[in-house]
């Protein structure tokens, strides 16, 4: 099990838009807001993250091997919509981001109102039916 302040570091980069306290940018690949420093720090060390800057008070991080988090998370959330239990972690480029994705879906599917308008990589968006896609 992830604890929830990793899980909600790097789902708010899931979750990151134009509109949201986390942003995204396209071009860079870059991820902007304010996160727990001890959290971002700890990623640091793992590798995940790579800090671009951090003194200004908002904070600029890369995720390392973007790719692949972004496609476990997704298929993560897809097989716990699905009902399948977290085992097919073991065969994802990253297991982790497979945990934290499959873990974020039973967190919302456990909350009372409805996602309607919710935006994150790897749920289905309302407005188009799709699957969203950072």
Do not use: W
Not at 25 to 34: I, L, V
Not at 39 to 60: C, F, P, Q
């Amino acid at each position: 099990m992830i604890s929830k302040k990793v899980r909600e570091l790097f789902v708010s980069l899931m979750e990151a838009t134009d509109d949201s306290a986390v942003s995204y940018d396209n071009e860079t690949e870059q991820y902007s807001g304010y996160f727990n420093s001890a959290v971002v720090d700890k990623y640091i060390d793992l590798g995940a993250l790579e800090l671009v800057e951090g003194s200004t008070g908002t904070t600029i991080i890369l995720l390392n091997n973007r790719d692949d988090f972004l496609s476990s998370f997704a298929a993560g959330v897809r097989e716990a919509k699905n009902g399948a239990d977290q085992s097919y972690a073991d065969y994802n480029a990253n297991p982790f981001a497979f945990s934290v994705g499959f873990e974020h879906f039973h967190q919302m599917a456990k909350k009372k109102r409805l996602l309607v308008g919710y935006i994150c990589h790897g749920f289905e968006n309302d407005d188009t039916g799709l699957v969203h896609q950072q």
